[in-house]
């Protein structure tokens, strides 16, 4: 059974930094495409960045680019995203995935939440003063 844990939410002020992990039991990430996700209330679930498994090649949404970067640690089996430069507009709950399929690359395929089959349980990121 595959399992991912997110870690690392919490409050922030505007302008702040925070550094969320996904990390893996019962498989290897090394070998899949993971992808970080978020959803505000009220809102549909968007792609925010991913990593490729084979070239480490990633994806960002425009809303995050130059912002946000998203890096793995094979050692930890866990991959990162670090925000930097947070907005109140960054507020909700932040999920990893991955689809049940290796040797894939990110791109926007792999940005749409339908197409990602394991999900972690969330972890609330809140920027405000």
């Known amino acids: 059974q595959v399992q991912l844990v997110e870690s690392g939410g919490g409050l922030v002020q505007p302008g702040g930094s925070l550094r969320l992990s996904c990390a893996a039991s019962?498989?290897?990430?090394?070998?899949?495409?993971i992808g970080w996700f978020r959803q505000a209330p009220g809102k549909e679930r968007e792609g925010v960045s991913c990593i490729s498994s084979s070239d480490g090649s990633t994806y960002y949404a425009e809303s995050v680019k130059g912002r946000f970067t998203i890096s793995r640690d094979y050692a930890k089996n866990t991959v990162y995203l670090q925000m930097n430069s947070l907005k109140p507009e960054d507020t909700a709950v932040y999920y990893c995935?991955?689809?049940?399929?290796?040797?894939?690359?990110?791109?926007?395929?792999?940005?749409?939440?339908?197409?990602?089959?394991?999900w972690g349980q969330g972890t609330q990121v809140t920027v405000s003063s």
């Open positions: 019962k498989f290897t990430l090394d070998y899949y495409v």
């Open positions: 995935a991955t689809p049940d399929e290796t040797g894939v690359m990110c791109g926007v395929y792999y940005s749409d939440a339908a197409n990602m089959d394991y």
